[in-house]
C-alpha cells in the first residue's frame, strides 16, 4: 500500500469537495483520511517506514491538512498531532553529524541523503538552513543524484512559516545534536504486503548507525515490490575524510528477522535453505583510500567481525560502477556487492551476523 498519494488524495478530495459542495466528494476525502489515519494509529508510525523521499510527501500533505481543513473534517483535528508525532520519530532517527536518516528505509533513492535530494533534506534546509541540509559537499543539491526532487521546494518554502513554527525545541534539539547513543524500537505495518508487524531497532551514536526491521511479506522488496528502494538492514558510518560509508542489505527472500543491538546486526532468513545467500551493497572507499575491496577487512573506517551459518571465510564480491563493472549502478551510486552463500547441502537456517566498530 503506497500512501503518500492517500494523504494527498483525502486533502486534495476533502478541500475541493468543500469548495465546490459536493458532498460525494468531500465525504470521499474524509474515508480516505480515516483509512490513512487508522493505520497510522496502529503503530503511531507511517507503513512508509523512514523514507527520505516520502515522508517528505506525507509531511506535505499533513501540512496542508493542518492549514487549509477545518475543524469539522478529521484531516483538520488530526493533521497537526500526526505531523508532530512523524516528526519527533524522524528526528530520533536523524544522526546530524552523518547528516543521514539511519536505516532502514522502506523507499530509499540513494544511500547517502549527502549525495541525493530526498525531499525530506528539502525540509531540513527550510528548517535548518542550507548547510545542515547539504553540507558536506561542495556541490549545489541541483547536481545530486534524483535532483528532479528539488521541484518541491517552491512549495515548501510557502508552506514553511506555517510548517515551522509546528516544529517543536525539542524536535529541533534532536536534528541539530546526537546522544551518545540512542536505540530505537518501533513498528510498522503495510497492507496487504506484510503478512505480521515489521518490527524495527535502530541504534544511533554519533558516527555510527545501525538499523533494520523483521518483515514477512508476501513478495520481496516491500509494499513496492522494489528491491532497489527496499532497504531493511543499513549501517552507515562517518569515515576519516568525514565522507559517509554505507553497508546495506539488498533483499532477496520474502522473510527477515534482524537483531540491533550496539555495535551489532544479525540477519536470519527463517523460509531460507541451502540455496540462500546474503547480499550486501557496499559504498566505494573515499578518494585516496584503497581502490578496490577485496574483503570487508578493505572497507576504509569499519571494522566488521563476521559470523553465522554462511560461508564466512568465501565471500563473492564484484564491483558496479558508473563506468564498468559486473551490474548496473542503483540510483546513480556505484557500489561493490559483497554476497554470502550457505555451504553446499546444510540443514541450517540461513543467518549471518556482523559486530561492528570504527576504525
Known amino acids: 500500500m503506497t500512501l503518500n498519494p492517500a494523504y494527498m488524495r483525502a486533502v486534495a478530495s476533502g478541500w475541493t469537495g468543500r469548495k465546490m459542495n459536493d458532498s ?3 465525504a470521499a476525502g474524509e474515508m480516505y483520511a480515516q483509512e490513512v489515519l487508522d493505520l497510522f494509529n496502529i503503530n503511531n508510525t507511517l507503513s512508509e517506514f523512514n523514507s527520505p523521499t516520502y515522508a517528505g510527501i506525507t509531511i506535505y500533505a499533513l501540512t496542508l491538512w493542518a492549514k487549509y481543513m477545518p475543524n469539522d473534517s478529521v484531516m483538520g483535528r488530526e493533521g497537526r498531532r500526526v505531523l508532530e508525532e512523524i516528526w519527533d520519530l524522524l528526528a530520533s532517527m536523524y544522526n ?11 523507499r530509499s533513492y540513494g544511500y547517502d541523503m549527502n549525495k541525493y535530494v530526498g525531499i525530506l533534506s528539502v525540509y531540513l534546509w527550510s528548517i535548518l538552513g542550507e548547510d545542515a541540509a547539504f553540507g558536506g559537499y561542495k556541490e549545489s543539491p541541483f547536481y545530486r543524484a534524483h535532483a528532479d526532487d528539488l521541484e518541491i521546494a517552491p512549495m515548501v518554502a510557502i508552506l ?6 509546528l516544529i517543536s525545541k525539542s524536535t529541533i534539539r534532536k536534528l ?7 536505540l530505537i524500537s518501533r513498528q510498522a505495518y503495510a497492507p496487504p504486503t506484510d503478512l505480521e508487524l515489521r518490527n524495527i531497532t535502530t541504534w544511533v551514536t554519533p558516527n555510527l548507525t ?3 526491521e523483521s518483515f514477512n511479506q508476501t513478495h520481496i522488496g516491500g509494499a513496492r515490490e522494489d528491491r532497489s528502494a527496499w532497504n531493511p538492514a543499513v549501517i552507515q558510518w ?3 575524510d568525514g565522507s559517509v560509508g554505507w553497508f546495506n542489505a539488498y533483499p532477496s527472500e520474502t522473510a527477515m528477522a534482524v537483531e540491533v543491538t550496539p555495535n551489532s546486526l544479525k540477519l536470519t532468513y527463517p523460509n531460507g535453505n541451502a540455496s540462500s545467500t546474503f547480499s550486501f551493497i557496499v ?3 573515499p578518494i585516496g583510500g ?3 575491496i577485496n574483503s570487508v577487512r578493505d572497507i576504509e573506517g569499519l571494522l566488521l567481525k563476521v559470523d553465522g551459518t554462511v560461508d564466512v571465510a568465501s565471500p563473492s564480491i564484484s564491483f558496479c560502477g558508473l563506468v564498468g563493472g559486473t551490474c548496473d549502478i542503483i540510483h546513480g551510486f556505484e557500489f561493490w556487492n559483497i554476497t554470502w552463500s550457505m555451504p553446499m547441502n546444510t540443514t541450517d537456517v540461513p543467518s549471518i551476523s556482523f559486530k561492528v566498530n570504527l576504525v
Open 24 to 26: 460525494n466528494m468531500t
Open 96 to 106: 546530524p553529524n552523518l547528516r543521514n536518516l539511519a536505516g532502514p528505509w522502506d
Open 160 to 165: 514553511a512559516p506555517f510548517h515551522n513554527s
Open 176 to 182: 541539530t545534536t546526537v546522544s551518545d547513543e540512542t
Open 210 to 212: 545501525i538499523g533494520g
Open 238 to 240: 562517518k569515515r576519516n
Open 283 to 285: 559504498a566505494s572507499n
Open 290 to 292: 584503497k581502490r578496490d
